[in-house]
């Protein structure tokens, strides 16, 4: 079992840079396939990105290639997501996910989720 913490969201304005990042409380944190989500008022959570387990695959929506890093430190139990050249529309509660399978986690279907951070983009 693993439990998920997310952090650094806040308010930022448009074309601004955040970071967030996942601390996985746990064991065999080097075992899950990680990724991220969001959910902004009035719409279905979405994928953004993921990591597979082993660091060597990362997945990424349409919408935030080239904007958006996704990457992990094993020796910390965290994943990380990088967010540039941020917009209105990247405008969400985000959120962590973790499951052994990697397409679990892609499809938004992991055992297990963090609570959630807030990302404001607004002038």
């Known amino acids: 079992q693993v439990h998920l913490v997310e952090s650094g969201g806040g308010l930022v304005q448009p074309g601004g840079s955040l970071r967030l990042s996942c601390a996985a409380s746990?064991?065999?944190?080097?075992?899950?396939?990680m990724g991220w989500f969001r959910q902004a008022p009035g719409k279905e959570r979405e994928f953004v990105a993921a990591?597979?387990?082993?660091?060597?695959?990362?997945y990424y929506a349409d919408s935030v290639k080239g904007r958006f890093t996704i990457s992990r430190d094993d020796a910390k139990n965290t994943v990380y997501m990088q967010m540039n050249k941020l917009k209105p529309e990247d405008t969400a509660v985000y959120y962590c996910?973790?499951?052994?399978?990697?397409?679990?986690?892609?499809?938004?279907?992991?055992?297990?989720w963090g609570q959630g951070t807030q990302v404001t983009i607004s002038s």
């Open positions: 746990g064991r065999a944190f080097s075992s899950y396939n």
């Open positions: 996910a973790a499951d052994y399978n990697s397409d679990y986690v892609i499809r938004g279907l992991s055992d297990y």
């Open positions: 990591i597979s387990y082993d660091g060597v695959n990362t």
